[in-house]
């Protein structure tokens, strides 16, 4: 149990254009889902926190009008990276929050995105 | 502000050797730490969660163990193998979730 899956698992794109990254939990339902980013040999850097039905909220210095996240049920959530650019290649990680106690993140297989 | 270091940042042993991976924090108000393997260009796969009242957690050749007071888990794995070669991550859940920089194991043959 507790999967998450992600679509898609890697995607090339020109500069300018917008990429949309899906984040899945399969088997449970999360109202709360993480955005994570990282770089070559970087630990993960969170850049925004989903929650169902309201507006994300973005850490410092992670561009809103960039990254646009949408959860719009309890099962998915969405980053649109928009007109991006060589400088946002990196590698996408999403995670689910579940209940029940544990506050378990469990994480998806991550999405690179290469921009040309 | 929490803060969690992993030492060493890179590993490397021959295959069969018993090793220690450390993470510390610098609040030890914590719920649970966990412990997290990524390899290469993927995500991450959870191996063990301490919850902050247990000492240690245990699942097959992975020992983990957890000291509050001093600020300080280890991973121990034992009779290492080639398969082992990861990245391995320790992250507190403070806020939001925060990780150590990792620590790159290579088990050689």
């Known amino acids: 149990g507790a999967v998450v899956s992600q679509h898609p698992s890697w995607v090339i794109c020109k500069s300018g254009t917008s990429v949309k990254i899906e984040c899945r939990s399969l088997?449970?339902?999360?109202?709360?889902m993480f955005w994570y980013r990282q770089f070559p040999k970087q630990s993960l850097m969170l850049m925004a926190t989903?929650?169902?039905?309201?507006?994300?909220?973005?850490e410092q210095g992670v561009e809103k009008d960039k990254f646009l996240i949408n959860h719009a049920s309890l099962t998915l959530s969405t980053l649109t990276v928009t007109s991006a650019h060589p400088e946002d290649s990196s590698f996408y990680i999403c995670?689910?929050?579940?209940?029940?106690?544990?506050?378990?993140?469990?994480f998806g297989p991550g999405t690179r995105l290469t921009v040309l | 502000k929490q803060e969690v270091t992993q030492i060493p940042a890179a590993l490397s042993v021959p295959e069969g050797e018993n090793l220690v991976l450390n993470c510390s924090f610098t609040?030890?108000?914590?719920?649970?730490l966990q412990w997290f393997r990524q390899d290469p260009g993927k995500g991450l796969t959870s191996l063990l969660l301490i919850q902050s009242s247990q000492r240690e957690q245990t699942s097959g050749r992975l020992n983990a163990s957890l000291d509050k007071s001093s600020g300080r888990s280890t991973l121990y794995i034992a009779a290492s193998q080639p398969g082992d070669s990861a990245t391995y991550l320790c992250a507190i859940p403070y806020g939001k979730l925060t990780f150590g920089q990792g620590t790159i194991l290579t088990v050689h043959p």
């Open positions: 995670s689910a929050l579940t209940s029940g106690g544990t506050d378990t993140q469990y």
């Open positions: 989903s929650n169902e039905g309201s507006k994300a909220t973005y």
């Open positions: 088997d449970f339902q999360a109202t709360t």
């Open positions: 609040d030890s108000a914590i719920y649970n």
